[in-house]
């Protein structure tokens, strides 16, 4: 009988773990195709997650780090910390084991993010939230002017007036990033200490 409740006791932990795992989980999202390449309809929030809607800020990350920093104040990671670590993340590109797209997707390269800006685009508002639509007005991608975090303390800054997009990609000591505001958009490359968002890319088929 002793032993029948151990087992029992087993299994129910084991499902409770199984659950808590599957509702961190990202719904599965077809995504929408811009120039040949399949772009995730929402930022990356925690590690693993797509944002629930495309307006959504997410979290920030540091590039070729899987850590996600809040996108408002009180500043908190998605591993429960409160310090900002502003050392250098190295690397030549951005490793698998460290990317915080769900299973499926990436984070996309120099040349994804330069045919993303040099598609049909235009600036306005979903939902109240400023940002850039890009493609097909009848199913359109949009990219939200979440702001990014500093690179030194992690201060917030310019939300709502400006994006910031991550590359997988680097050149030299900088990383690929796109930005934009409401009149500019730009394809250069950052420090990589910064926090910016995440938009993934579908793996190739």
């Known amino acids: 009988m002793r032993h029948f409740w151990k087992i029992s006791l087993v299994l129910v932990i084991g499902l409770a773990f199984s659950s808590c795992k599957k509702d961190k989980e990202s719904k599965p999202q077809d995504?929408?195709?811009?120039?040949?390449?399949r772009w995730a309809t929402s930022?990356?929030?925690?590690?693993?997650?797509?944002?629930?809607?495309?307006?959504?800020?997410?979290?920030?990350?540091?590039?070729?780090?899987?850590i996600g920093w809040s996108n408002s104040d009180p500043m908190v990671n998605s591993d429960g910390g409160t310090q900002w670590d502003n050392s250098t993340?190295?690397?030549?590109?951005?490793?698998?084991?460290?990317?915080?797209?769900p299973p499926g997707w990436r984070v996309p390269t120099v040349e994804e993010l330069r045919s993303l800006q040099q598609s049909r685009r235009n600036y306005g508002e979903l939902n109240g939230v400023t940002g850039y639509f890009f493609g097909d007005n009848s199913n359109p991608l949009f990219l939200p002017a979440a702001?990014?975090?500093?690179?030194l303390a992690g201060?917030?800054?310019?939300?709502?007036?400006?994006?910031?997009?991550w590359g997988s990609t680097v050149k030299d000591s900088y990383a690929h990033v796109l930005t934009f505001s409401s009149t500019t958009m730009t394809t250069g490359q950052s420090h990589r200490n910064f926090g910016f968002s995440v938009r993934c890319v579908a793996e190739q088929e």
């Open 31 to 37: 995504g929408i195709v811009i120039n040949g390449v």
């Open 43 to 66: 930022n990356v929030d925690m590690p693993g997650v797509f944002a629930a809607n495309p307006e959504d800020a997410g979290m920030f990350y540091q590039w070729n780090r899987n």
């Open 89 to 101: 993340p190295s690397g030549d590109g951005w490793q698998q084991e460290n990317c915080p797209c």
């Open 147 to 151: 702001g990014f975090r500093e690179e």
């Open 155 to 165: 201060a917030i800054r310019v939300v709502g007036k400006s994006g910031f997009y």
